[in-house]
């Protein structure tokens, strides 16, 4: 049995993949970040740091949205730790470096005080990495042109392991 094959087919065929090819746009060498790497890129100061969720301290119920800082007195040791972040200062700088001004020991243990920085899990993580390379990833839960609202598991010496919300503003 053979097969028929038009000869024309192989002057098409090739004229075909050649055109078809020339139109197609060259992709970057890199690919082109969100517009959320601008928004992050820049100074932040820290607002504050507050409850995700309702909680039950010495039997009242604190609502979320609730200070942190202004139950440090009421968390022992672990309050210190805290109030020492109130003046905080976050730089994530667009090289994909960042620096940490202030006390990160109880709010970013992982990440300290600098390394870098990238958006992952479809821009809605902000994953810090430590100068020693290991992960610290935190869900976005509010960004624009000034404010950051950042997810934090804090465990609080003593009290509780607590999710709480670190509120950043340019």
């Not at 065929?13 to 928004?39: M, N, W």
């Not at 200070?67 to 700088?93: D, E, Q």
């Not at 001004?101 to 430590?130: F, M, Q, R």
Request: glycine content about 8%.
């Amino acid at each position: 049995m053979h097969f028929f094959i038009p000869r024309y087919l192989f002057i098409v065929l090739p004229v075909f993949c050649i055109l078809t090819g020339a139109c197609k746009k060259d992709k970057p060498a890199t690919p082109q970040k969100s517009p959320k790497y601008e928004l992050v890129t820049g100074t932040w100061k820290q607002q504050d740091i507050v409850l995700a969720v309702a909680v039950k301290l010495n039997k009242q119920n604190i609502p979320a949205g609730t200070s942190i800082i202004a139950l440090a007195p009421l968390l022992g040791p672990g309050g210190a730790l805290f109030t020492c972040t109130v003046n905080n200062t976050y730089r994530f700088n667009t090289d994909g470096s960042f620096a940490i001004e202030g006390c990160t020991t109880l709010i970013l243990p992982v990440a300290g005080n600098s390394g870098t920085w990238d958006l992952d899990v479809h821009d809605s993580v902000l994953k810090l990495i430590s100068a020693k390379g290991e992960n610290d990833p935190h869900w976005i839960e509010n960004i624009s042109s000034t404010n950051l609202d950042l997810s934090l598991t804090v465990t609080i010496p003593g009290v509780a392991t607590v999710p709480l919300i670190l509120k950043l503003k340019k």
